[in-house]
């Protein structure tokens, strides 16, 4: 992951697709834990589910070849 620019609680980053892969995996492993989500991650759930939905479909624009 290589960050492009940080501007207050906002970073524009550049992942490889390997990474996106990893984080989209992580990320709905996670929501399928044990426990409340919200006090697991911090967040309400539907942020974390939108992260994982904005992966899910930032991966399938991943062409196979750079994995």
Do not use: C, H, W
Not at 18 to 41: M, Q, S
Not at 44 to 57: K, Y
Request: aromatic share 4%.
């Amino acid at each position: 992951m290589k960050i492009l620019s940080f501007d207050g609680d906002a970073a524009t980053v550049q992942l490889k697709a390997l990474e996106i892969r990893t984080l989209r995996n992580a990320v709905r492993e996670a929501l399928r834990g044990p426990g409340d989500a919200e006090e697991r991650f911090g967040a309400p759930r539907e942020m974390v589910e939108g992260l994982r939905d904005t992966l899910d479909a930032v991966f399938d624009q991943v062409d196979p070849g750079d994995i």
